[in-house]
């Protein structure tokens, strides 16, 4: 199958940056990381359908400017993890809402939103790191498009075993939200972390995660993505396990139009383990 066009990807790159507001302030490291991520993007332009690696999937609206309607399915079901004792962080089509969430404050653990990161900060090196290595051999644009341009996301450092688990609620509001959510997540050796998400997030989401496990640390994820039946997503988790590190995730998906989930896993030491499953509900 013969793949797209340079220039008709650099040409669906642009209409979709046009439209965009592009992030300018921050610190210096992470308008770092957004340049580097931009001048990757620039190189492989958004792909399309003819791409060998998009051959079953149609990344139309994905690529668009905007992102078609999408309204919210309500069902009046009882909301997943609520039986969880855990650190609810509360999104609302993309955008933290703290007045909703808990205090980003837990033993063991530092929160810091991408928007109020500071000069000095330990994600500096890493934001954007495992997204750039995740592009060999196949190339994920979307993935790019992310780290260039999202400000709103969470950057998660653990220093120990959290006591709790920290669940990401997603909440979608209006039918045309486009939203793109960064979240760096750094286990230091010997940490444990959980990480619960769930909800549709917005109309349209491009969402990042990326996972430094060290060594002898365990990160677990479970997910439920879903219901809106129009919602359109791509997801992206790239991930780092140093030696004896664990790494455990699962996703549920039910309904949306389109969703595409792609996974990195990269282990840089002996004794590392990933388990990595999921399940689909039309």
Do not use: C
């Amino acid at each position: 199958m013969a793949a797209a066009a340079p220039q008709q990807r650099a040409d669906a790159l642009e209409a979709r940056l046009e439209a965009m507001s592009l992030p300018e302030s921050g610190p210096v490291w992470l308008r770092s990381a957004r340049e580097g991520a931009m001048a990757r993007l620039r190189a492989m332009g958004l792909p399309g359908r003819r791409d060998e690696y998009w051959r079953f999937t149609d990344p139309a609206r994905l690529n668009a400017p905007a992102p078609l309607p999408a309204p919210r399915f309500e069902i009046g079901e009882r909301p997943v993890f609520d039986i969880v004792d855990r650190l609810r962080l509360v999104f609302v089509d993309g955008v933290l809402e703290p007045r909703r969430s808990d205090p980003l404050a837990m033993e063991h653990v530092e929160i810091t939103p991408l928007t109020d990161a500071p000069d000095l900060h330990w994600a500096a090196g890493l934001y954007g790191a495992l997204e750039g290595a995740g592009q060999l051999p196949v190339a994920r644009p979307h993935a790019a498009l992310n780290t260039a341009v999202a400000v709103d996301g969470l950057l998660i450092r653990v220093t120990g075993r959290a006591p709790r688990p920290i669940s990401l609620i997603y909440h979608h509001a209006e039918d045309l939200s486009d939203a793109l959510l960064h979240h760096v997540i750094r286990l230091e050796p010997g940490a444990e972390l959980t990480i619960l998400e769930n909800g549709p997030v917005s109309a349209r989401l491009n969402k990042v995660m990326e996972v430094d496990v060290g060594a002898g640390a365990t990160f677990h994820h479970v997910r439920a993505q879903g219901r809106d039946h129009q919602r359109q997503a791509i997801t992206h988790v790239f991930a780092r396990l140093a030696e004896d590190s664990v790494f455990k995730s699962f996703t549920l998906t039910a309904n949306g139009a389109i969703t595409r989930n792609e996974a990195v896993v990269e282990f840089t030491g002996p004794g590392a383990s990933a388990h990595m499953a999921g399940a689909a509900v039309g």
